[in-house]
């Protein structure tokens, strides 16, 4: 099945149903990329970082691990990782507060707009933007509690495949960060999404 290629710094959403799985290849490696999901019915549950980790009491999501919603319903599994271990849960995605922050002009892309916009073009007006799992996103705790921001440390083509575990849509969201090390100092790449089959 042909994949949908998500430009660099661009999102996307897809409607995954009960059952299937989808594939996020990290084309060039050094993307790191925002994921939500919601139920498809009722855009209010959504998957949730925070229920994530008390659930699996974890920072980080690992292979075979469930991903939860606020309301404790298992949505998404991370069925396979070819780069285990680094994904980010506990960072806020970046938005114009953001860039604003860094001294950006206005305007500069970002991921929380991403979010609104994927939706937006499924149909879906959400009036929330959760906290996302950053895919790939590098950020080491220290052993004194200290969070860093480092480039990511996935290869070329790294993947990760996500199973639905009730009817959903998940967004993507190839982070437009260019100042911050989070996309290995490169300019915003793009990532394909294909669809499993059955
Ligand atoms: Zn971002």
Redesign the pocket.
């Known amino acids: 099945m042909p994949g949908t290629v998500i430009a660099g710094g661009g999102s996307k959403a897809f409607r995954l149903p009960k059952g299937r799985a989808l594939k996020l290849t990290n084309t060039h490696g050094t993307q790191?990329v925002?994921m939500w999901a919601l139920r498809d019915r009722d855009p209010s549950e959504y998957l949730s970082v925070e229920h994530t980790r008390r659930m699996l009491f974890n920072l980080f999501p690992q292979v075979g691990q469930p991903l939860f919603s606020n309301r404790r319903t298992p949505l998404l599994q991370l069925e396979a990782d070819s780069a285990p271990g680094k994904h980010d849960m506990l960072l806020a995605?970046?938005d114009k507060w953001l860039y604003q922050h860094y001294g950006c002009a206005p305007g500069h892309p970002?991921?929380r707009d991403n979010f609104v916009a994927a939706l937006f073009e499924i149909g879906i007006d959400s009036l929330q933007v959760p906290n996302p799992v950053n895919l790939w996103m590098n950020v080491p705790v220290t052993g004194d509690s200290k969070l860093a921001l480092e480039p990511p440390i996935s290869r070329a083509g790294d993947f990760v495949v996500l199973r639905a575990l009730e009817d959903g849509v998940v967004v993507f969201?190839a982070?437009?960060?260019d100042i911050s090390p989070v996309n290995g100092g490169k300019t915003p790449r793009p990532v394909m999404c294909e669809i499993l089959p059955d």
Do not use: A, E, G, V
Request: hydrophobic residues 10%; proline residues 10%.
């Open positions: 790191t925002d995605c970046c970002n991921c969201s982070c437009p960060m």
